[in-house]
């Protein structure tokens, strides 16, 4: 049988291609976000779907106990779910900074806390986490988000130095623009804009099955081999 992968942020763009990608490799999935229905509208095989808010620590830790009760230890944990709300630092609401650090960094937190006790004791396991090209290098608007994205490097990298010594991998994936939802939630009108033109300027960013094959393939290494980090983005893409 193969092993449970996990994903948080199943329900739309790159977290739904991967759940679609490690699904076709025949892994049973616990797929957690807060649109369950989008989540059961994918049809996965052996697939658990949960409604879990990942700010909240103890829904998540629960909602991963059901799913290896029903298929057996996590394999791989991928810490996807994020939002992106941009904004201007004079201007933009607090409210959504705190928004965005409590899900972009307490939500991969609580994922990992979930998690890495059993992997350590077990001496196997793979935590995922995605990050963005705006955790390496910073874009106009982008203050908090990248804030969140640059602590998501900083903890994984933190991470899996003190866990290597126990056989357990944490990977750090960093894409450039994707199309997906993602820029929807950002409230200022201006800026969303602005960010179309920017990608348009690219003539096409990045599919998010090309994101969930870089997932795939860095899973897929011998639990002796770590792909500590993979940054990736359109060509074109600044
Ligand atoms: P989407 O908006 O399409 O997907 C975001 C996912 O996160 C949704 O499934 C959403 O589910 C989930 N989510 C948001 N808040 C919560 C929450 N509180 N609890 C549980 N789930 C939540 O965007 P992407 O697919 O693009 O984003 C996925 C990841 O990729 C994010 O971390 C993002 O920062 C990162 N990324 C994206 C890039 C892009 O250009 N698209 C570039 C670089 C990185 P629901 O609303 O149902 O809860």
């Given at each position: 049988?193969?092993?449970?992968?996990?994903i948080t942020g199943a329900s739309?763009g790159?977290g739904?291609?991967?759940?679609?990608?490690?699904?076709?490799?025949?892994?049973?999935?616990?797929?957690?976000a807060?649109?369950?229905?989008?989540?059961?509208?994918?049809?996965?095989?052996?697939?658990?779907?949960?409604?879990?808010?990942?700010?909240?620590?103890?829904?998540?830790?629960?909602?991963?106990?059901?799913?290896?009760?029903?298929?057996?230890?996590?394999?791989?944990?991928?810490?996807n779910a994020g939002?992106?709300?941009?904004?201007?630092?004079?201007?933009?609401?607090?409210?959504?900074?705190?928004?965005?650090?409590?899900?972009?960094?307490?939500?991969?937190?609580?994922?990992?806390?979930?998690?890495?006790?059993?992997?350590?004791?077990?001496?196997?396991?793979?935590?995922?986490?995605?990050?963005?090209?705006?955790?390496?290098?910073?874009?106009?608007?982008?203050?908090?988000?990248?804030?969140?994205?640059?602590?998501?490097?900083?903890?994984?990298?933190?991470?899996?130095?003190?866990?290597?010594?126990?056989?357990?991998?944490?990977?750090?994936?960093?894409?450039?623009?994707?199309?997906?939802?993602?820029?929807?939630?950002?409230?200022?009108?201006?800026?969303?804009?602005?960010?179309?033109?920017?990608?348009?300027?690219?003539?096409?960013?990045?599919?998010?099955?090309?994101?969930?094959?870089?997932?795939?393939?860095?899973?897929?290494?011998?639990?002796?081999?770590?792909?500590?980090?993979?940054?990736?983005?359109?060509?074109?893409?600044?």
């Amino acid at each position: 049988m193969k092993q449970l992968i996990v994903i948080t942020g199943a329900s739309s763009g790159i977290g739904a291609a991967m759940a679609k990608a490690f699904s076709a490799a025949g892994h049973p999935l616990l797929l957690v976000a807060r649109r369950i229905e989008a989540m059961k509208a994918l049809a996965l095989p052996n697939a658990l779907c949960l409604s879990v808010d990942v700010t909240d620590g103890d829904q998540l830790k629960q909602a991963i106990s059901r799913g290896v009760a029903q298929f057996g230890p996590v394999g791989c944990l991928v810490n996807n779910a994020g939002i992106m709300l941009l904004g201007q630092a004079d201007k933009q609401d607090p409210s959504e900074w705190a928004a965005m650090l409590n899900v972009n960094v307490m939500g991969v937190l609580n994922g990992i806390h979930a998690v890495l006790g059993n992997m350590k004791q077990r001496k196997t396991g793979t935590i995922i986490n995605i990050s963005s090209v705006a955790g390496r290098k910073t874009f106009p608007n982008h203050a908090a988000y990248c804030a969140t994205k640059f602590a998501v490097h900083a903890l994984t990298e933190n991470i899996r130095e003190e866990v290597a010594m126990d056989d357990v991998r944490l990977i750090t994936i960093a894409p450039g623009a994707v199309e997906t939802e993602l820029l929807s939630h950002t409230t200022d009108e201006e800026i969303k804009a602005g960010y179309e033109d920017w990608k348009a300027q690219m003539e096409g960013v990045v599919d998010p099955e090309v994101i969930a094959a870089a997932a795939m393939f860095a899973w897929e290494q011998p639990q002796s081999v770590c792909v500590r980090e993979i940054v990736l983005a359109a060509t074109r893409q600044q």
